[in-house]
């Protein structure tokens, strides 16, 4: 009986904007992940223009970052 009361307060949505924060959380460490792989790659190939490439490797970071921080916020 307690558990069916539990469940009953449980909403699918707030399952689903679980999951979702979830899954953004884990891609902001994968966006992490891939920001190190580029500076190691950088510091081992030289090229001209590197700071191209590391320059979107921080803005994929960021962006990830900002998407999963908005995630958080309450919805309207």
């Known amino acids: 009986m307690e558990t069916l009361a ?5 909403s699918l949505m707030l399952f689903v904007k679980f999951l979702l924060v979830t899954l953004l959380a884990i891609y902001a460490i994968f966006a992490l992940l891939m920001m190190k792989q580029i500076n190691a790659m950088t ?6 223009d590197d700071y191209i490439i590391r320059g979107l490797g921080a803005l994929h970071f960021g962006f990830a970052v900002m998407v999963w921080i908005l995630s958080l916020l309450p919805a309207a």
Do not use: H, N, P
Not at 43 to 48: F, G, H, L, S, Y
């Open 6 to 10: 539990f469940l009953d307060g449980l």
């Open 43 to 48: 510091r081992a190939v030289t090229m001209q």
